[in-house]
Nanobody, 122 residues
Framework: QVQLVESGGGLVQAGGSLRLSCAAS????????MGWFRQAPGKEREFAAA???????VYADSVKGRFTISRDNAKNTVYLQMNSLKPEDTAIYFC????????????????WGQGTQVTVSS
């Protein structure tokens, strides 16, 4: 079992930046693919970014060039650096862990965090 706890959300103005963190309970986090999803009010949860155990990264078109996913296996933590934020980025952001990047991008990870709210004001 892997427990994931997100932090770093908050309120920011358009054009600003935030860095989300996802701390995992398990020391073998390095063997998992990790990802970030988001869910805006009234919308379905959508994939945002993923990072493989090999550090290969994948991004949704909507965040490519603005968001960066990274991992620190020594700290069992995954990050999402979000720059040039837009009001449409407002959502609850969820961290996820899976056996492969494919399980992340297909929205079928093994573990989910509880989410952290990100609000971007115009």
């Amino acid at each position: 079992q892997v427990q994931l706890v997100e932090s770093g959300g908050g309120l920011v103005q358009a054009g600003g930046s935030l860095r989300l963190s996802c701390a995992a309970s398990r020391r073998t986090l390095s063997t998992y693919a990790m990802g970030w999803f988001r869910q805006a009010p009234g919308k379905e949860r959508e994939f945002a970014a993923a990072i493989a155990s090999s550090d290969i990264t994948v991004y949704a078109d909507s965040v490519k060039g603005r968001f960066t996913i990274s991992r620190d296996n020594a700290k069992n933590t995954v990050y999402l650096q979000m720059n040039s934020l837009k009001p449409e980025d407002t959502a609850i952001y969820f961290c996820a862990a899976g056996q492969s990047v494919l399980t992340i991008t297909s929205t079928n990870p093994a573990y989910w965090g509880q989410g952290t709210q990100v609000t971007v004001s115009s």
